[in-house]
């Protein structure tokens, strides 16, 4: 790393989905000689346990303003601080409000991409979000508020996209299958969900989202899940190559490839 500015900087690092080696080597080299880490909860153990221990490290626990101020404080005392944030920092991560108030008071500022589960998960599970034969788009979008009556999505929009990728949404999903069935999509849809994606406690269920309406299937797997709807989810049947024991076939897709007895 460059020598240490005597003006304290911010870098907004993403950490990725989990698995340290998918951290990027700009984002390695800021931890390891960082002042100050805040992170937030969806960043791994196993990437907390290489911050070295002279690294004051802080659990994103306060309301924004106190982050901001966090930030500002410890980069206005001549420090470095890493804001670490789960996947892409600026992918729903709601790093505005940090970038803003870093720039209002003409502190430096540098932000490091990182791999976002939404691309990251399905990539550990074997299934591919375009295929030249069965996807050509990929819509990605939040169901962290899809039970909310503040919520601004409609679901009925998605009903009939190729890909759909949706994050933060296991607890919403049954409301969220009915909606799409609702608008006309088809309950035969691949439906695939993976916990924890690219870690050691990865796990898998391939379903229908006729199934997944239904609410049951959902028990078996818990947040944070990256879910994925549509024709390319059955790839994970035939690919899954991380983690090919944690991977549970619902009844209605198990015998030939899914793909083929759709098409």
Not at 42 to 58: E, F, G, Q, R, W
Not at 155 to 173: P, Y
Not at 221 to 237: D, E, H, L, N, R
Request: glycine content about 6%.
């Amino acid at each position: 790393m460059e020598n240490r500015l005597a003006k304290g900087r911010v870098f907004i690092v993403g950490a990725g989905p989990g698995d340290p080696k998918l951290l990027t080597l700009r984002a390695y080299e800021l931890i390891m000689n960082a002042d100050v880490v805040i992170f937030d909860r969806l960043v791994s153990k196993a990437i907390l346990d290489l911050i070295p221990s002279t690294v004051n490290k802080v659990c994103k626990q306060e309301t924004q303003q106190e982050i901001n101020e966090l930030m500002i404080s410890e980069a206005e005392a001549g420090k470095q601080v890493v804001r670490l944030k789960g996947g892409d920092p600026l992918f729903f991560a709601r790093s505005i409000d940090e970038l803003r108030a870093l720039r209002d008071i003409n502190i430096d500022f540098e932000i490091v991409p990182g791999i976002t589960s939404a691309f990251a998960a399905p990539a550990y599970a074997g299934v591919p979000l375009t295929d030249r034969k069965y996807a050509s788009s990929v819509t990605i979008v939040t169901g962290h508020e899809a039970t909310s009556k503040r919520s601004k999505i409609k679901w009925s929009q998605f009903a009939n996209v190729e890909t759909l990728v949706i994050l933060m949404g296991v607890e919403a999903f049954p409301k969220i299958a009915r909606e799409l069935i609702s608008a006309g999509a088809d309950r035969s849809t691949s439906v695939v969900a993976i916990e924890r994606g690219t870690t050691k406690k990865q796990k898998t269920i391939l379903c229908t989202l006729g199934e997944a309406l239904e609410g049951e299937i959902y028990k078996k797997i818990k947040s944070p899940s990256v879910i994925v709807v549509g024709k390319v989810a059955a790839f994970a049947k035939e690919l899954d190559w991380y983690h090919l024991n944690s991977l549970y076939v619902s009844p209605l897709l198990q015998g030939t490839s899914a793909i083929e007895e759709k098409d």
